[in-house]
């Protein structure tokens, strides 16, 4: 049974992982994302490696946003420019804290 560790949480999304499995939970309103935490770090890597003004895409409703690819091929989450600010913060607060437990255990 997992025991769910917070990582870091800020409006709708919260990051947290299990101490037991290692896996990292991503929820973003109804979406919630499993990574193995080889699979996060290459998250929060592309999540690094990706700039607003140069990937933006509007969409239908003509709001800019930016898309970003998952572990998973068939699933992208999109956020505007707010929501990117705050997606980009809390991925690399919950990276870091995710390194102090890991610490934490030795």
């Known amino acids: 049974m997992c025991e769910i560790k917070g990582l870091n949480a800020v409006n709708d999304m919260v990051i947290c992982h299990c101490v037991h499995c290692k896996m990292v939970f991503f929820w ?40 970003v ?3 998973d091929a068939n699933l992208n989450l999109s956020f ?15 990276a870091c804290m995710q390194e102090v437990y890991e610490l934490m255990k030795l």
Do not use: G, M, Y
């Not at 979406?31 to 998250?43: A, G, L, P």
């Not at 505007?80 to 919950?94: F, G, L, N, P, Y």
């Open 28 to 67: 973003n309103r109804n979406v919630i994302i499993n990574f193995t935490q080889e699979d996060f770090k290459k998250f929060c890597r592309s999540i690094d490696n990706l700039e607003f003004r140069k990937s933006v895409v509007i969409f239908p409703d003509e709001k800019e946003r930016i898309i």
């Open 69 to 71: 690819p998952t572990s």
């Open 80 to 94: 505007d420019q707010e929501e990117w600010a705050a997606v980009q913060a809390v991925i690399q607060e919950a």
